[in-house]
């Protein structure tokens, strides 16, 4: 049974179809959108799929951008659109947010990508879980698979529109990340990503302190390719991340409904 997955962030919209449900397989055939061209889908890229088994999708770009993708896969096919809503616990972690509903669906869809990850290639270990986009996200998840927390930050592009919108002469640069930056955009541009690198490490030292442990590290995200080249700690960039955690929880859930 073909499965598809969709991950609505700010920005855009990301399709994968999967031969079934099951995490470390390659898509059958994928895709991206600019969420203004959402309504494009019908008649373009979906046109030459058959029609998915089962669909699985995370959306933190509001009801009305998932509104819209449910009447292009209406208009194509007979098949229920269902969308992770994070929760107290699922697939192996458990949710510390002081109010776990209102946890971002990417961010915990991504850190259960990042745990089954990481328990495909070793033991368990804390975990940093970097998200690099619209927004960062930077979240730590103990060795027993407990979200601890994370923070919030703007990317690059916000960063960039603030200073100019602020500061009279600026204006969104197109530079180079420098050590000792000697002009304008360069000092932009590196100013930004040493900030959100910043945070970054940060969040490395308080869960290597909290948890006693050196953690795994993931990146993922549109921007992540320009971040992790300026991280002192290393990341692993996994570009599939929650495509990789919309696969567990869909297997999961398939296999708690047959019990």
């Not at 969709?6 to 031969?19: H, P, S």
């Not at 949710?95 to 990508?113: E, K, Q, S």
């Not at 530079?175 to 932009?188: I, Q, Y």
Request: net charge negative.
């Amino acid at each position: 049974m073909t499965f598809l997955a969709i991950d609505i962030g700010n920005t855009r919209l990301k399709w994968a179809l999967f031969a079934r449900a099951e995490p470390g397989q390659a898509p059958l055939a994928q895709g991206a959108e600019f969420l203004e061209h959402v309504d494009k889908l019908a008649d373009g890229p979906w046109t030459e799929l058959a029609a998915p088994g089962r669909m699985l999708g995370c959306c933190v770009a509001g009801d009305a951008i998932k509104r819209r993708v449910e009447e292009q896969m209406e208009e194509l096919w007979d098949v229920p659109a269902h969308w992770v809503v994070s929760s107290a616990a699922e697939a192996g972690l458990s949710n510390g947010y002081d109010h776990p509903t209102r946890l971002g669906a990417d961010r915990w869809v991504a850190m259960i990508g990042a745990r089954h990850r990481l328990l495909a290639s070793g033991p368990a270990r804390p975990m940093v879980v970097v998200m690099v986009g619209t927004a960062v996200t930077v979240e730590a998840v103990d060795a027993g698979g407990r979200f601890l927390g994370g923070l919030i930050l703007p990317g690059h592009g916000i960063m960039l529109k603030a200073l100019e919108g602020g500061t009279a002469g600026l204006h969104v640069p197109t530079g180079e990340v420098r050590e000792f930056p000697t002009n304008t955009s360069d000092a932009l541009t590196s100013g930004g990503t040493y900030a959100i690198a910043g945070a970054i490490e940060r969040m490395v030292q308080h869960v290597r302190r909290h948890c006693g442990a050196e953690p795994a590290c993931y990146m993922t995200g549109g921007a992540g390719w320009k971040m992790a080249p300026h991280m002192a700690h290393p990341f692993e960039l996994v570009e599939s991340l929650i495509f990789d955690g919309l696969l567990v929880i869909a297997r999961d859930r398939a296999a708690a409904a047959l019990r």
